[in-house]
């Protein structure tokens, strides 16, 4: 198989290039800095420069692919001003317009049968203790700035089906990895002592490792019968007391500085959401699949990803 790569010198896209080169495929990166992804991604890698705010990607890097994986986008943890929101929002689905019209540009025999795009748990709202399914109503169109942000993901992505091509969107959760993504920065409070539970604590967090994560994506790519959502998190969601106490017994360290709502709504203003949303998202249809979670645990998977310091205990 030959997989081009949106965002691939991101977390999951280079761990997905890792994985991909590793069993045989052939990648091609699409980067705005097309010497800079081979750099990071290593030998191997096929780059093409793209800008993806000033049209459709280079047909070469599309034409005779089997595939196409889309995952660039800006990061949405960042002050959330009108601007920010706006830049957060074009990187999706302004980058998203111009590779589905870069697909209807090749020629049906050349052109790419599937394309895996990016989504988020963020597509379902503020849901309290609900357990969501693909088949879960969205809270796209009331409002909410990350719902209504996957749900025109989705659509643009979408679009490509009126050229023949099949389409997965995978609705990620919060991807714990050791080399990036949000889990070095909620770790490090923990391993200063000062860590905790956000708000009431209750609220539910769909997590996945990103081995998991890349292998779910993998399973879209080969399985030609799967098309629509994908929720990608681990088959059991977490309260975020639980995932909390679950990183102080990672890091050998205290998990008893809670941190307020008030606070965090004060410090971060709308994007509190992040952190203090209740999202039960579960991965039914992988899981109906026969999908082999690798890390379905919580605490196997940050003993794993995280290390204690040198000024732990028993470190």
């Not at 090749?106 to 849901?127: C, F, K, Q, W």
Request: proline residues 7%.
């Amino acid at each position: 198989m030959h997989v081009t790569i949106t965002g691939a010198t991101g977390l999951i896209g280079s761990h997905l290039a890792r994985r991909l080169r590793e069993r045989g495929d052939a990648v091609t990166a699409l980067s705005r800095d097309a010497d800079a992804a081979r750099s990071r991604l290593g030998d191997g890698i096929e780059a093409h420069a793209w800008d993806p705010t000033a049209g459709p990607p280079p047909a070469a890097a599309l034409r005779g692919r089997d595939a196409v994986v889309n995952l660039a986008g800006a990061s949405v943890d960042q002050r959330w001003s009108a601007d920010a929101k706006a830049a957060i929002r074009r990187s999706r689905l302004e980058t998203t317009d111009h590779l589905v019209a870069g697909l209807a540009a090749l020629p049906a025999g050349e052109r790419p049968a599937t394309l895996v795009s990016g989504s988020a748990s963020g597509i379902y709202g503020d849901r309290g203790d609900e357990r969501l399914t693909e088949s879960s109503p969205t809270a796209v169109g009331r409002g909410d700035f990350l719902a209504d942000l996957a749900g025109d993901w989705e659509a643009a992505a979408g679009a490509a089906r009126e050229h023949g091509v099949r389409v997965v969107t995978v609705r990620t959760g919060l991807v714990l990895a050791a080399d990036g993504g949000a889990l070095p920065t909620i770790a490090k409070p923990f391993r200063l002592g000062v860590g905790g539970r956000l708000g009431s604590g209750r609220q539910l967090v769909p997590w996945i490792h990103v081995d998991d994560e890349v292998a779910l994506i993998v399973a879209a790519l080969d399985d030609p019968e799967l098309a629509g959502p994908l929720n990608a998190s681990a088959p059991e969601p977490v309260t975020n007391a639980e995932l909390a106490k679950a990183i102080g017994r990672a890091l050998r360290r205290p998990a008893l500085a809670p941190a307020p709502a008030p606070a965090i709504r004060l410090l971060l203003g709308e994007r509190a959401q992040l952190v203090l949303d209740s999202c039960g998202m579960v991965p039914a249809r992988a899981l109906d699949l026969g999908h082999a979670f690798a890390h379905p645990d919580l605490d196997a998977a940050l003993g794993e990803l995280l290390r204690p310091g040198p000024c732990d205990p028993l470190a």
